[in-house]
């Protein structure tokens, strides 16, 4: 299984990146002015394989989509309704879901894993 595409959807509040990985190719090179995100997505990408929920949820981003070469597609999104830190303050929650095309296979909501450190 490889990946097959990444999109991250309000990147700093302000960018939307689409990154598409040829299925022959085994480089992909990202290129693009300073401050538009490439070493944050890759942050991002490894945060997510290395299941660091924690440092995914400290990265400012709305939404992140990797999808699959098994045509699965697994999508990483803010919810609107936050959950209320130690400190008071409202922190959204981060949502993972597994979907085949349209339909929702699994649905994951770590907040207890990553309000810990609050």
């Known amino acids: 299984m490889k990946i097959t595409r990444i999109m991250v959807k309000g990147l700093f509040d302000r960018f939307n990146h689409d990154l598409i990985f040829g299925s022959d190719e085994r480089l992909t090179i990202m290129i693009g002015p300073n401050g538009i995100g490439k070493t944050m997505i890759l942050r991002m990408i490894n945060a997510f394989f290395n299941h660091s929920l924690r440092s995914l949820d400290s990265f400012p981003f709305e939404e992140m989509d990797v999808y699959?070469?098994?045509?699965?597609m697994v999508n990483v999104s803010r919810t609107a309704q936050g959950t209320l830190s130690a400190k008071g303050s409202?922190?959204?929650q981060i949502v993972i879901e597994l979907r085949d095309s349209d339909k929702i296979l699994e649905?994951?909501?770590?907040v207890s894993s990553i309000n810990e450190a609050d």
Do not use: D, E, I, R
């Not at 699959?68 to 699965?72: I, Q």
């Open 68 to 72: 699959l070469s098994n045509n699965h």
């Open 90 to 92: 409202a922190k959204p």
């Open 107 to 110: 649905t994951f909501s770590p």
